[in-house]
């Protein structure tokens, strides 16, 4: 199993960066593709962005490409989300989550097998 802790949520206003990381323990591996999801009040779980194991190779949800990155740290068991300009419509819980092996879509919620509790992003106007 792979324990999955999500840190770095907040408060802050439109414009503002926060990072966030979620920190793996367990049976983890270098090869795991990893993934931010968001999840607004009322609203579905949404893809945020993906990070391949290996390679590194990342995508993102159109809404956040060009100012979220993430990134891994494979040393640290860490995966980080740097959310630069921040808008009110970022506003979700955000989850962290583990793939364990090869998968032909990386952005459904389906796609992982492990999850971790979630940290609150609130971004006032």
């Known amino acids: 199993q792979v324990q999955l802790v999500e840190s770095g949520g907040g408060l802050v206003q439109a414009g503002d960066s926060l990072r966030l990381s979620c920190a793996a323990s367990?049976?983890?591996?270098?090869?795991?593709?990893m993934a931010w999801f968001r999840q607004a009040p009322g609203k579905e779980r949404e893809f945020v962005a993906t990070?391949?194991?290996?390679?590194?190779?990342?995508y993102y949800a159109d809404s956040v490409e060009g100012r979220f990155t993430i990134s891994r740290d494979n040393a640290k068991k860490t995966v980080y989300l740097q959310m630069n300009s921040l808008k009110p419509e970022d506003t979700a819980v955000y989850y962290c989550?583990?793939?364990?092996?090869?998968?032909?879509?990386?952005?459904?919620?389906?796609?992982?097998?492990?999850w971790g509790r979630g940290t609150q992003v609130t971004v006032s106007s």
């Open positions: 367990g049976r983890t591996s270098d090869s795991y593709g």
């Open positions: 990070i391949r194991g290996g390679g590194g190779s990342t």
């Open positions: 989550a583990a793939a364990f092996g090869f998968r032909r879509s990386w952005v459904r919620v389906l796609d992982y097998d492990s």
